[in-house]
Each structure stands twice: as structure tokens, then as C-alpha cells.
């Protein structure tokens, strides 16, 4: 039996069919990317697998032209696998040329999750910055705000913070209800938000007019289709519209859903020690094994649902020939569960100590990240 899908910025639930999600959304997939791309695992593999006019920014990266990647975290808890995807964009992008923008979204945060702006600012400095610095973003390239606080040089915080007030005359609250469904005055305002935290790079204080684009899962389309048509209707700045793709869902270690930073039984954290990884993969991560050995010899197991292949293929086994094999054996049945099980393990433990280490220098190095 299926169970009824569910796709909101706040809650992924159910069994996710993209190809409906990307109708009712008005994405297309993406085709015919440059070769680059093609080098690149999230795009060979159809992770990153839709966009909203990525073209502009097709044509920048050819045409050696400047371009935005915005993006943002919620600093709510421990940064997990399925935060990687994002980053590995980030650190992808920039090669190709990328001016980074990244809002940690404390204001957000702050009326979500009930703590208070200090807590978030500490988490959001020694779990995800500390994480970003160390899988290879250039602090040369990037500029990295806290909403509370854009920015110690007054023209350019006034202009961000005006901006979100000014956008709020461009759009109705039946359509915040129609994108949304249930809203609420906090909801509203971390909207506006995000669209100035979208668009506000391309004012004359920052970068100006430039191509931008947002790279999100696709639960997260409702505040890129407010944003747009915001942006639409604002007439105080010639806006270049903003870009999007879309990834894929990594799977929580449990059936159903993606991964929650409330939920530590649901993810591998780029803190967890060798033994901490064993245990959640033995022991929550969802199989697409048979319930028997005898039944998974004679019919293979599912590797479109199992969690530990879905790992493999996004992030720890880049090599196509291998993840093919792997993908034969266990559908095959000549692979158990316990051993694919065992490959990630091995797998995920030696990416983490080697990028605790490098966790550990770049702790060093945040200070670069934040603007003084």
C-alpha cells in the first residue's frame, strides 16, 4: 500500500512522486547541462533533477559571467547528512564562479523553535559553519548574515531590512493562504524574509543586478513561487527574477520522511563517532531486504527504497561501475542487507574522520565567515 504523500516546508511525509510534485509546482527537469555538470555525482545521478529558469545561469557560468547562489540554514540542531547535498553545491558552484550568499535564518529560528538568538548563533557557528568551512567553501567567495543582524555597515543592513518591509505591500494574505494553506503572522513574516534574503543581493548596496539563483529541495518551492511573484510586482528595483533547482529527498534513517534535526535516531550527524554510525544504520536504517534470508536469495532485494543504498549512491560511492554492481547484487539477491549495510558503514566512518579533522581546523577559521 502507498502511503498519501505529503509535501510542505515544514513536514515530508508519505511516498514522494516527484513527477507529480514537478506538475503541480511548474518545474521542469533539468537536460542537456554542460559537461561539468555531467562530472558532478548530484547531477549525473538525477539528484538535483529540476529548475525554474536555470538557463540564465547556464549562460553565465559558459560566458564566465558573474552569478549568485543564495541559500540559508536553520540552525535547529545537528547538522546531518542530508544537509551535505546543499553543501556540495555550494562548494560546486563556487568553482564555477559562484558569489555565495547564505542567511542563517535565527529570526526564523527564534520564533520555530523557542530559543533564544544567542543559542541559535552558537549552534549555527559550531555545527554548520564549522562543518561548511571544513568540506571546502571558500570564505574569499562567500558571504555568510545572520537575519538578526545583516550587517554592521548601516546603508547595507538599512537596505535589507527595508526591503522586507517594502515587499510585504506586494503580496495578499489569501496569497500566503493559497501558497501555504495554514498561516500564521510568524509564518508571514519569515516569508517576506526569505524573499528579501533572496532578492536583497542584487541591490545597488551589494551586488546589483546579477543572476541568482536558490538551489532547494522541492518541499521548499512554496517560498521561491512567493518570492517570485513578489519580485514580479516590486517596481523600486529592476530585479534580474530569481533561479532555482531542485534535489531530491535523502531519506531519515526510518521509513517514510527525510531526515529531522528533532529526531537524532533519523539521521547520521557529522559529529557521530565509528560506533554511533554502526548502531543507527544496524538499527533504524530502512531496508529494502526480504524478511528472511531464503526469501531475499530467491527475490533480491529493493534498492529504490533501501536507505543504505540511497547513501551510497548520493554521496559515498562516486564510482558508476560500482554502484551499478551493488545495485545488481542486492536486486539479485546475491547482496544482504547486512552486507550492504556493512559497505556504508565503512564508507560513511571514513569521510567522517577524515572531515573531523578537518572539522577541528576550521574551527579556527570561522572568523573569516562572519562579518565584523
Known sequence: MKNEMKVTPWEVSGDIDYDKLSKEFGIKKLQNLPEVFKKNVLFRRGIVFAHRDFGKIISAIEHKKKFIMMTGLMPSGDMHLGHMLLVQ???????????????????EAYNAREKSLKELKEVAIEQYLTNYIAMGIDPKKCEIYFQSARSPDAKKS???????????????FNEFKAVYGEISPGKMNASLLQAADMFHPQLPEFEGKTPTFIPVGVDQDPHIRIARDIGNRYKDHDFE???????????GL?????????????????TDTPEEVKNKINKYAFSGGQATLEEHRKKGGNPDVDVSFQYLRAFF???????AKIEKDYKSGKLLTGELKKILIDKINTFLKQHQAAREKAKKQVDKFLIN
Open 89 to 107: 553545491q555550494m562548494v560546486f558552484y563556487q568553482k564555477l564562479g559562484a558569489k555565495l550568499y547564505i542567511a542563517v535564518a535565527d529570526l
Open 317 to 323: 560511492e562516486p564510482d558508476d561501475k560500482k554502484i
Open 254 to 270: 526510518k521509513e517514510g520522511g527525510k531526515m529531522s534535526s528533532s529526531d537524532p535516531s533519523s539521521y547520521i550527524a557529522l
Open 158 to 172: 538599512n537596505a535589507y531590512y527595508r526591503l522586507a518591509s517594502n515587499f510585504s505591500r506586494y503580496v495578499t
Open 241 to 251: 527574477q530569481i533561479s532555482s533547482t531542485y534535489h531530491l529527498f535523502l531519506p
